[in-house]
């Protein structure tokens, strides 16, 4: 980055995927670092790691630890962001905030920047980073939506278990070699950790990602509604999403159906979704070429293929949207965020 | 069954994963058999397979093979059936075929027998059995088509590897261990074993089953939105399919959006299915209860869950669907036909 200018920046949750992503990203990206504060929950303080040349310890996250600090990553969960993100605030810290604690709040903006990056001016101390399987589809649709309109997106989703955590990858993996080996399986962590009924999620799909609202759509389809409307700034935009769990570990893989607001050319579609930031267009399929969750893992670029005119209505199309649900869809998306504030200071 | 006729029964193609359940399904179901011949390939031959107290030898299928054969199950790929089937017919035999030979056939009646099962009395002697994918989409929306009309449908599938033969089964799990073994992978069977092209199914999604079309869409997708449209006998039906592979054994899931032509209840939706032949209503989000493959693989039903009014159009709703693609989706469903054809004689 160009900026010289040096920030203090803290990140809060760093024993998680996203957490040592975020810390892995702000060192390879050479992130205009002063002093890096690492913040976690007091089982892990004393802990050291390593970033860049320098072993940083890790200190315990509380109300005080903000002192100072101008650019704060939250990623532990919606509890400590509610309960922290207003101290750091308060001190003084930009909080580009990770979990679900303030995306749907009308104050906080909730950013993708391939898509609204100009809605961080606005902030109040808080940005919002949306949901993993929101992010790469705005992000993919964003072209589209400026160019011919959106009126309707139907949205089914193939989604990894490193969304639901370390926990979760070790379960699917350990489930596996027991189905493998030709033993039996005692669900534990997934659908989800803290609702009573487990589900085996080897060599399964599970259509339930997130609690169950009374209106029959799990939290995590929810969120795709309701993000995928406050980040396109459109209210009238109808959306539907099933979300489904299976065994993959890293890469959400997404079937869409779009309905544009204008007859469109698909070979445009092509040109705009290949020219787009942040978007690859992997569409050949005379070669078998599309995106895949084992290719897209590991990348922050987000990966759209399958692209095909609706053969039943003349403004539709379907696409398929592959992206890495902790990069692109959550620690790259919030360093992102991060070195645009950076840039605007 | 009350019938007591007793028939010569032939079943072609009996090393399959269909042909096998086929066998199996004849004798668990008591299928009126006075005589069964099993026919395969000239490499088969000679071999011998249990039938109940019996032990029948394997006999290569050629076209003289059919004559006193009155009903003939063929499940050995469409070139055998396109070959072998008229001769069945001339030789008297009606035959139920299970491949993709003569679906779209204007002659022949294409048959999944809680939907449509009357088509039979104007067969030509073939009665088609539709593509899995197919049939327990087709079974679920019956009672719902019935009773509001059904203008449009969108589904995205999450389909087994035993769909494509039991070399995708061995090549899913061998892969999966090679990952788990942390080894390298070399796919040679999806995703479609006759391409040149092959990626990794562990613990991925392949957006492509079968080969693609000028159109962008692949067979498998446009036999789902051609054969539902035969099978409901209403060209009207604007139908749009994503069809993917993933890491799953038995039995195929599927995520269905359905425009009805009419308001309706979503309670009396539910009673619909619940009450519908053949579909197993598995919906109590409250208890974390929706179809899985892994417990719909080795039943005959289909069973269907995540049943909720859509929130963007209000004539419209969203479904989960799972059935071992195997028997209902193949085996079960030819058997029904063959029973029914029994009855009738």
Not at 163 to 174: F, K
Not at 298 to 322: C, E, H, Q, Y
Not at 325 to 335: C, F, H
């Amino acid at each position: 980055m160009s900026n010289q200018k040096l920030f203090n920046v803290a990140v809060v949750g760093i024993t998680g995927a996203v957490g040592e992503q975020i810390i892995r990203l702000l060192a390879e990206r050479n992130f205009p670092v002063q002093e890096l504060k690492l913040l976690a929950s007091a089982r892990s303080a004393g802990k050291t790691i390593r970033f860049k040349d320098r072993d940083i310890t890790v200190q315990e996250a509380t109300p005080e630890s903000f002192q100072g600090v101008e650019i704060a990553f939250f990623s532990a969960g919606g509890d400590v962001s509610k309960a922290l993100v207003p101290h750091a605030v308060t001190a003084g810290a930009i909080c580009i905030d990770n979990t679900n604690a303030f995306r749907m709040d009308p104050e906080t903006p909730l950013v993708v920047p391939e898509v609204n990056i100009d809605k961080i001016n606005g902030h109040q101390g808080v940005i919002a980073n949306p949901n993993c399987s929101t992010i790469q589809m705005v992000a993919a649709l964003k072209p589209l939506y400026d160019r011919y309109g959106i009126s309707r997106i139907i949205v089914s989703t193939y989604q990894a278990v490193s969304g639901a955590g370390s926990r979760a990858i070790d379960e699917m993996l350990r489930q596996s070699k027991q189905v493998l080996d030709g033993n039996e399986v005692a669900p534990d962590v997934l659908p989800v950790s803290s609702l009573p009924v487990k589900h085996q999620i080897a060599f399964n799909a599970i259509p339930q990602i997130d609690k169950f609202l009374d209106n029959g759509f799990t939290n995590e389809e929810m969120k795709m509604i309701k993000e995928t409307k406050k980040i396109m700034d459109d209210e009238s935009l109808e959306v539907t999403a099933t979300c489904v769990r299976i065994p993959v570990v890293y890469g959400h893989s997404e079937s869409v159906y779009v309905e544009l607001k204008q007859d469109f050319d698909i070979d445009e579609i092509k040109r705009l979704l290949a020219d787009a930031p942040g978007i690859v267009l992997v569409d050949n399929p005379a070669e078998q070429q599309y995106p895949l969750a084992t290719e897209a893992a590991g990348k922050t670029d987000t990966f759209v293929g399958r692209v095909r005119r609706d053969l039943s209505n003349p403004r539709a199309l379907n696409m398929w949207i592959v992206s890495d649900n902790l990069l692109k869809g959550a620690a790259w998306n919030a360093v992102q965020i991060g070195e645009y504030i950076a840039i605007e200071q």
